[in-house]
């Protein structure tokens, strides 16, 4: 659950869905599926830390 709570708090809804298919594979013992999901999960987490590193360096390039 931290995983699915902590993106949603960011607004990565994309990290949130997969984490939450990821936790729900897993207590349902399906590990093919929660595999598929956490894979998921960090291609999209990877989009998300592209996406911040974008906007904050667009942030330290604006002048002052």
């Known amino acids: ?7 949603g708090t ?3 809804l994309s990290c ?3 984490a939450g298919r990821g936790e ?3 207590r349902a013992g399906d590990a093919a599926m929660a595999g598929q999901a956490f894979a998921e999960l960090a291609r999209e987490a990877d989009k998300v ?3 911040w590193q974008e ?3 667009e942030r330290q390039a ?3």
């Open 10 to 12: 960011i607004g990565a």
């Open 24 to 26: 729900t594979a897993a």
């Open 16 to 18: 949130r869905h997969a």
């Open 55 to 57: 906007m904050t360096d």
């Open 62 to 64: 604006r002048p002052t």
């Open 49 to 51: 830390l592209a996406a």
């Open 1 to 7: 659950p931290q995983r699915k709570s902590a993106t």
